[in-house]
Structures are given as structure tokens and as C-alpha cells.
């Protein structure tokens, strides 16, 4: 038996074996859980594997640089796949609270509170052993724009990098001693459906006043709106309760993953006097895309990609906004949404766009989602397990 696998006997007739991921067999079988979990969920879109696998990559995901991971395969006695979890540490984030606290992510497991605990308890026990007194979960070890969250409603299609999970997650969370944090909102608005008349004439009034300047990226100039996006970035956040400001080096990483998914169009950034003040990420969504490559972004899948993408999609969604603290209050997030209305509906091509994540705790987000007219999405949950 590898050094690196265990196994744990549960009652008589029952075992199941735990092993860390180490090798090129075991990272296949990481990977593979998902696919045997959901293969008969016609509404599970498979994320890609290279994206999942650059998040444990040194070489493609900086947060190693400042902080560790691992991750499990569980398997049955009969050795077929029936888990997986990883665990992570963020040394920039983990001491930031009472009891120094790492993350669970990736987790998937079938419908066995028993098998569901044991992987909880193996992430919590790598956790102690380096330190940590409490865990998050479900989170990634990166940015929260991807991978972040247990879905708790809405379950329907789901956008890409937002997770997906079947209902009977939200019980082992909760039976195993995870809190919920902050509950994640996710508005769905319907690009055809005119704006409310207050939202659009507030909204036109400031995309005219003197001084205010829309602009959308452009790929050749990506280095300044690069630049100008961390700004404005860790100005509007750095408030909130255990903010990390945002590196440039993860910015490089986010918008050389955009790149092939990038309609410089649907990006937009708002000045006033030729200060950076307000920024909108949105992309065109690619699980409508990737959805039928079930994660395997070889060439057939990288040619079908393409065919997806030239055919075009007919759903956008908006991973995040900020805007200066000092302009909060200046409707600035309003006129980006008409700028880009302006550039959408002649294309008579999307139809609908995610508003992805809100916190519950950002009520000047969610009341301006709910000027425009949005209707419910999703909701996801940030929990916390103290040991």
C-alpha cells in the first residue's frame, strides 16, 4: 500500500480508502469523481480540467506562493470512486481571523453522510496539523470568482466557474458543524426587458455629465486597464472585514485566463477626469461552450470550443464590479449597465446576464441590482467549521 493511502474501517462490513493526490493516476481520479457523480445530471456543466488542475499548479496559480494545498480521493471497498476534497491555507488570509483558518474546495462525495464526514475529517486533521483552528468551505484556493460557495438554491444551469452541487450537500455541511458566513446572491437580468424609466434616466444623466468618461478595454492596451482594475479594486473592498488587497501578478493570471473568452466589448471601465473610478468584468458565458467537451479540452474539444464561440452564446456573466470609495455615490455603476446596453441589444445575439456573487452584506450592490429589475438567480453559502 502506497504511504500516501489509508484506510479506515467504518463498522464490520464496511471500508473505505482515502488517498492523497500525488500522481499523474491519482489526479485522473480526482478529476473523474465529478464525471461518475453527475452523469446523469443533464444540467451539471463539466468545468475543465485545466482549470481545476491549474489551481494546484505552482507554476499557473500564485496563491502557492504565500500558502500550501493537497487534496483526496475517497473509494468505496470495492475501489470505485465515490469522493473528493481539497484543502488549502492562504497565509495572507488565515491569521486575519480569531482562530487562524484554512478552506475546503472541490468537494464531492455521493449521497452518504458517512463518506461525507470522512472527508471532512481528513481535510480537518491536514488542517491542524499545519496550524489552523477553523476551515471555510466550500471555497478555492484563489480568487472567490470561481469555485466559491455551496449551492443552496437555484438549481439550475450553472454559469462558468460558479459551482453546482445536488441539494443533499447543504445537510453534511450543516450536520458536520459548518456555520454559514455569508450567504452568496445571484441575480439573473433580462437583456431584452427595457430598464426600469427612474434606473435608465438616472443613468443616462450621468453618462453625459462633464468629466465622466466610459471606456471598454482594449486587448492591446490590457497593461494600463490592468492596472487601473487593481486601483480601483483594492480601493472599493479594502474596507470589507479581512480584505487582502488584490497583486498584480494575480491580475495577470485572471486576465490571461479571460483572454480566450474575452469580448474587449463587454469590459468596461468609468473615469471621472481621467481617474480611474468604476470598473465591469463580464464575459460571455462559457459554460454554454464547454458544456458538451465534458472537461477535456483536447484539440477535438479546443475545435469545438471554437465553433461554440464563433457561433456565439446568449448568456453573459458579470464576475465583479467595484468603484472607488469616493464615487460610490455617483451612479457610475448605472451607467456602465446602459454603455453596455448600448453595445448588446443591436447585437440581438445575448439574452440574458448573471449578476455573479453578491454578499448579503453588500447592500448597496443588491439594491442597485434591484433598481434594474433583476429576478432571483442562485443562491450560494460561505460556511465555517470551528474545530
Known amino acids: ?91 495572507k488570509k488565515a491569521y486575519n481571523y480569531e482562530q487562524p483558518t484554512g478552506g475546503i474546495g472541490f468537494f464531492e462525495c ?9 472527508l471532512f475529517d481528513t481535510a480537518k486533521k491536514w488542517l491542524q496539523a499545519n496550524g489552523m483552528q477553523a476551515m471555510d468551505g466550500p471555497i478555492n484556493f484563489g480568487e472567490n470568482d470561481n469555485f466559491w460557495g455551496l449551492l443552496v438554491e437555484g438549481f439550475t444551469q450553472p454559469s462558468y466557474g460558479m459551482n453546482y452541487n445536488p441539494p443533499y450537500y447543504h445537510a453534511f455541511f450543516e450536520h458536520y458543524g459548518f456555520k454559514t458566513s455569508y450567504a452568496q446572491i445571484t441575480n439573473h437580468l433580462d437583456v431584452l426587458k427595457p430598464f426600469p424609466e427612474r434606473f435608465y434616466k ?26 487601473d482594475f487593481m486601483e480601483i479594486y483594492n480601493d472599493a473592498w479594502r474596507d470589507f472585514e479581512n480584505f487582502v488587497p488584490i497583486t498584480h501578478a494575480t491580475i495577470a493570471e485572471s486576465f490571461k485566463k479571460m483572454k480566450p473568452l474575452m469580448d474587449e466589448n463587454l469590459i468596461w ?10 470598473f465591469m468584468i463580464i464575459l460571455p458565458d462559457a459554460n454554454q461552450m464547454i458544456k ?17 464561440k464563433w457561433k456565439g452564446v446568449s448568456r453573459m456573466r458579470a464576475i465583479v464590479m467595484g468603484t472607488k470609495q469616493k464615487f460610490q455615490n455617483h451612479g457610475l455603476e448605472s451607467g456602465l449597465f446602459i454603455t453596455l446596453g448600448e453595445y448588446v441589444l443591436p447585437l440581438n445575439q445575448y439574452k440574458e446576464l448573471e449578476l455573479s456573487w453578491v454578499g448579503d452584506f453588500n ?15 442562485k443562491k450560494h453559502l460561505t460556511m465555517r467549521c470551528i474545530f
Open 110 to 118: 455521493i449521497n452518504n453522510e458517512e463518506a461525507a464526514f470522512l
Open 292 to 308: 458538451p467537451l465534458k472537461g477535456k479540452l483536447n484539440l477535438i474539444g479546443k475545435l469545438k470550443f471554437l465553433y461554440k
Open 1 to 91: 500500500m502506497p504511504l500516501n493511502a489509508f484506510f479506515i474501517n467504518k463498522s464490520p462490513d464496511t471500508s473505505m480508502l482515502i488517498t492523497e493526490v500525488k500522481d499523474k493516476k491519482t489526479r485522473k481520479a480526482f478529476l473523474d469523481v465529478a464525471r461518475i457523480l453527475y452523469k446523469n445530471d443533464n444540467i451539471w456543466v463539466c468545468p475543465l480540467d485545466n482549470d481545476i488542475e491549474a489551481v494546484f499548479d505552482p507554476a499557473k496559480n500564485n496563491f502557492h506562493q504565500h500558502g500550501k494545498c493537497t487534496r483526496w480521493v475517497l473509494r468505496d471497498e470495492s475501489g470505485k470512486l465515490i469522493g473528493r476534497v481539497a484543502a488549502f491555507i492562504n497565509n
Open 363 to 377: 447592500d448597496k450592490m443588491l439594491a442597485m441590482h434591484h433598481a434594474m429589475g433583476v429576478a432571483f438567480g
Open 202 to 227: 438616472i443613468a443616462k444623466w450621468v453618462t453625459k455629465k462633464p468629466g465622466y468618461e466610459f471606456k471598454h478595454l482594449k486587448a492591446k492596451e490590457i497593461e494600463k486597464f490592468a492596472a
Open 269 to 278: 471601465f468609468a473615469y471621472i477626469n481621467d481617474e480611474p473610478a468604476s
